[in-house]
């Protein structure tokens, strides 16, 4: 796993960068100070795994994920700040206490490594756009989430912001709907009309509707009208 | 009870007239006492005045009439058991008076139209006017019962009153006082962790320096003041502690006043300051900035002065975080010093913020 370290801390990096020496599976692609410094290094490294601090001079570790576009696997550090982690509680997330104790920093390896390993077996082709198995991070208000792309049925227009549709939340995020979908594999998501764009594996079925056009039901519950012009290009994707 | 007491020791043996007016008294205390109960356990201290003042007089023409009824009881038993003694008892009190030189048929006739006036409605008033004057008795007495539920009541309230505000008080007092941020004592631990590999001496004098700290934060709380000399000391080994998270980012140097280091200061203070420049200013500057700390002592007031590079941010964003920590110091100076201490934050000029402190000397003419 290519492994990026950001602590502002430069001896706390270097405590860090020692513990990960004994694990084989970790290599240190490279460490940054700051999170401008960490986002050029995502960018060049291409890391599989983060471990980033959160509070940090300038722009804490959260805002780091906000500006990425595809988030790797994170590990947080922090040394004191369960306020700041609770955030997640509705995700499994892995965070460590400084100073690190080698155990749980052993787990917390473990888990990443089984996580990436999956995701590399389901996908083989990739290409440069974003995957269902890639994960985005989303942050709304008090809440965060790393949500996997598969279980997006929706991307909704919502003034100036696109609210996102999983499980039971929708929390919005600062991209427009036209750069999702320049992003987004088009195998997966399909522009229904100006307004949304769905996740084609979450169809729960399709009714004709008013002049040629489509009603889709997603499993969520949501009713999804496309517009005219896009059946045709629904059914030429969806006919064989 | 002791009227109708004397009352019926005119007419009855006066041991009668006893036995009896204290078997009143224990109906009375009975009657009274399951009142009470009944009237805790409906809570009727809580109520309102006017509903209060309804249910009292209803309760007490209840009460009137038991105990009315309970005596009338009693009186007929004494009466029955008089009478046994004497068969002319009741011709004594109620009968009129044996008057010589009358003949007895006269006598008796006379006795017949004396007897003859207690008509029912007679007896029948007479014994409304003895439950009327029982009421009178549970009216004032319930008067009295309330009256001290009332004044108890008013006193609890008070107590509980100075309570909270004590309370208040103390939490105020305790929320300012300074600590050391938790944050920063890991971080420093952690980095530490870090050093004993790559500077163990380093390493060592830090593991001092964050004992002195602690000791000095664990300490303080029984102090109302140290002197400046100690606090100075802390605010050394605090930014020695930094400095190891910071590295070159934070420079820092004293400009102290020698004749100042025994003028009493309260703890905290200036370490205080020192931690906001941090963490408001060198903390977010990427290339890191510097932090001077001075004190200069004249005739009336010692003055303190923590400078950092920066700038104040203006009243919008996150200067209100910064407001607290200021706001607390200061409040604790009024508290110690009245309005003869000040601090300020200021811009210094357009890379400086200066932070002071004024503190009056002690009048040693006093």
Redesign the interface.
């Known amino acids: 796993m290519k492994t990026l370290v950001v602590d502002?801390?430069?001896?706390?990096r270097?405590?860090l960068k020692?513990l990960l020496k004994e694990f084989d599976k970790v290599q240190i692609a490279g460490e940054a100070a700051?999170v401008d410094e960490a986002l050029e290094k995502v960018v060049e490294l291409k890391p599989d795994l983060i471990f980033l601090d959160i509070?940090m001079?300038?722009k804490n570790g959260f805002q780091l994920l906000e500006e990425l576009e595809s988030v790797p696997e994170v590990i947080f550090s922090t040394?004191?700040?369960e306020h700041a982690l609770k955030a997640f509680e509705y995700n499994a997330l892995d965070y460590l206490?400084?100073?690190?104790q080698k155990e749980r920093l052993a787990g917390a390896v473990a888990k990443v490594f089984d996580k990436i390993q999956k995701k590399k077996e389901q996908a083989e082709n990739e290409d440069d756009k974003l995957t269902i198995n890639d994960q985005v991070f989303v942050k709304d208000g008090e809440k965060c989430w790393f949500v996997q792309l598969s279980e997006i049925r929706l991307f909704e227009v919502s003034g100036n912001y696109t609210t996102v549709y999983f499980d039971n939340s929708k929390p919005m995020i600062t991209r427009t709907l036209n750069y999702l979908e320049s992003r987004l594999d088009d195998k997966t998501f399909f522009r229904a009309n100006r307004q949304q764009i769905i996740n084609l594996k979450w169809i729960e079925r399709i009714e004709p509707w008013f002049s040629g056009s489509l009603r889709i039901y997603l499993k969520g519950g949501e009713e999804i009208d496309v517009s005219r012009r896009q059946t045709l290009k629904f059914k030429d994707i969806m006919s064989f | 009870m002791i009227t109708s007491f004397f009352a019926m020791v005119m007419l009855i043996p006066p041991g009668l007239a006893i036995l009896a007016n204290v078997i009143f008294i224990f109906i009375g205390v009975l009657v009274s006492h399951l009142y009470r109960l009944y009237v805790k356990k409906k809570n009727w201290k809580t109520l309102k005045i006017p509903k209060l003042v309804v249910r009292v007089l209803f309760a007490s023409i209840i009460q009137g009439a038991v105990q009315g009824i309970l005596s009338i009881m009693v009186i007929v038993a004494v009466f029955s058991i008089a009478m046994k003694a004497n068969p002319d008892f009741l011709q004594t009190i109620f009968g009129p008076p044996q008057i010589d030189g009358i003949d007895p048929e006269m006598q008796k006739k006379i006795s017949e139209a004396t007897l003859a006036q207690f008509t029912p409605s007679k007896i029948f008033i007479s014994l409304l006017s003895f439950l009327v004057s029982f009421g009178v008795y549970f009216v004032s007495w319930s008067a009295l019962y309330f009256a001290y539920q009332y004044l108890q009541r008013a006193r609890e309230v008070e107590i509980e009153k100075w309570k909270l505000s004590a309370s208040v008080k103390d939490a105020e007092l305790s929320a300012l006082k300074a600590q050391i941020n938790?944050?920063?004592?890991?971080?420093s631990?952690?980095?530490i962790?870090?050093?004993v590999?790559?500077d163990s001496d380093r390493a060592r004098d830090s593991i001092t320096h964050l004992s002195d700290l602690l000791r000095f934060s664990i300490q303080f709380d029984q102090f109302e003041k140290v002197s400046l000399d100690k606090e100075l000391a802390v605010v050394k080994d605090y930014l020695n502690l930094e400095a190891?998270?910071?590295?070159e980012r934070l420079n820092y140097h004293f400009d102290l006043d020698k004749g100042a280091n025994e003028i009493e200061v309260p703890p905290m203070i200036v370490q205080t300051l020192v931690e906001n420049a941090i963490k408001h200013s060198i903390?977010?500057?990427?290339n890191g900035g510097e932090i001077i700390v001075e004190s200069k002592l004249n005739h009336e007031y010692l003055n303190i002065y923590v400078k950092n590079t920066g700038q104040l941010k203006t009243k919008t964003s996150k200067n209100n975080r910064r407001g607290i920590g200021i706001n607390n110091s200061r409040e604790r100076l009024r508290l110690l010093y009245g309005q003869k201490a000040t601090l300020n934050v200021e811009n210094l000029n357009e890379h400086m913020v200066c932070a002071s402190i004024k503190i009056p000397l002690e009048d040693k003419s006093l």
């Open positions: 502002d801390s430069r001896l706390a270097n405590e020692r700051s509070q001079p300038g040394a004191y700040d206490v400084k100073p690190v | 938790p944050h920063f004592i890991f971080n631990l952690n980095n962790r870090s050093l590999i790559e190891i998270q910071l590295e903390n977010e500057l990427p």
